[in-house]
């Protein structure tokens, strides 16, 4: 099991950028994949993000390609997300998901709102 915190969600104007991370509580070396979902008002959920950390394969939505970061750091146990040039369409509750093999049900954290609006 792996519990995940998320953090860094909030307000920012059109054209900015925040960091969100995803605090879990083992090491995530051997975690199969981690990465982030999102979901909208009145939307469904739809998938952000991941990194493998066999090989540090990433995969993104084409909506955030060349504007959104993944990436882990093993020695704090956390995963982030990068965000640059935020539009409205950005605006949603982020939530972090981890996987411990291929083919398990996700683990996620609680969510965290992203706003963006001038």
């Known amino acids: 099991q792996v519990q995940l915190v998320e953090s860094g969600g909030g307000l920012v104007q059109p054209g900015g950028s925040l960091r969100l991370s995803c605090a879990a509580s083992?090491?995530?070396?051997?975690?199969?994949?981690m990465g982030w979902y999102r979901q909208a008002p009145g939307k469904e959920r739809e998938f952000v993000a991941s990194i493998r950390w066999g090989g540090g394969t990433t995969t993104y939505a084409d909506s955030v390609k060349g504007r959104f970061t993944v990436s882990g750091d093993n020695a704090e146990n956390t995963v982030y997300l990068q965000m640059n040039s935020l539009n409205p369409e950005d605006t949603a509750v982020y939530y972090c998901?981890?996987?411990?093999?291929?083919?398990?049900?996700?683990?996620w954290g609680q969510g965290t709102q992203v706003t963006v609006s001038s």
């Open positions: 998901y981890a996987r411990l093999g291929i083919g398990t049900s996700p683990y």
């Open positions: 083992r090491s995530i070396r051997n975690i199969y994949v």
